[in-house]
């Protein structure tokens, strides 16, 4: 049984980039998909596709890297919020991670979003992960 999911889904992606890796399969769950799809949606990984074959099902992430350089386009994932630390942060004490370069993915009470789009819909919530 894994404690943290989410630590687990990141180590699994940041893994598979350190080894040049160009699809990694991940056990699914509603929160990986949600976290996935933010990621997508900010071009950090090249395409996705869930398997709901099996009882759990799985998430197939193709990993972007750079044609010219071969440089991954995800230098850096960071879990922030633990199962034993929680970490929230209010609409107004949003992070800002790399000075807006990158991305910080928030659980809020509307659903899985970057810290930009909270600040939109005006919700706080548990700051899940940075990614740049």
Same mark, same amino acid.
């Given at each position: 049984?894994?404690?943290?999911?989410?630590?687990?889904?990141?180590?699994?992606?940041?893994?598979?980039?350190?080894?040049?890796?160009?699809?990694?399969?991940?056990?699914?769950s509603?929160?990986?998909?949600?976290?996935?799809?933010?990621?997508?949606?900010?071009?950090?990984?090249?395409?996705?596709?869930?398997?709901? *074959?099996?009882?759990?099902? $799985?998430? @197939?992430? #193709?990993?972007?890297? &750079?044609?010219?350089t071969?440089?991954?386009?995800?230098?850096?994932?960071?879990?922030?919020?633990?199962?034993?630390?929680?970490?929230?942060?209010?609409?107004?004490?949003?992070?800002?991670?790399?000075?807006?370069?990158?991305?910080?993915?928030?659980?809020? *009470?509307?659903?899985?979003? $970057?810290? @930009?789009? #909270?600040?939109?819909? &005006?919700?706080?919530?548990?700051?899940?992960?940075?990614?740049?």
């Open positions: 049984m894994n404690t943290d999911p989410i630590a687990d889904y990141l180590t699994r992606v940041r893994n598979a980039i350190k080894a040049n890796h160009r699809v990694v399969e991940i056990p699914a509603n929160i990986k998909k949600e976290i996935t799809k933010v990621l997508y949606h900010k071009g950090y990984i090249q395409s996705y596709r869930f398997d709901d *074959s099996s009882v759990q099902g $799985t998430i @197939k992430i #193709a990993l972007k890297y &750079n044609p010219a071969k440089q991954p386009a995800i230098t850096k994932l960071e879990r922030v919020s633990k199962p034993g630390l929680r970490k929230y942060a209010h609409v107004e004490n949003l992070p800002r991670v790399l000075s807006g370069l990158g991305v910080a993915i928030l659980s809020t *009470s509307k659903g899985v979003m $970057t810290e @930009k789009e #909270a600040k939109n819909e &005006n919700v706080g919530g548990e700051v899940l992960c940075y990614v740049y």
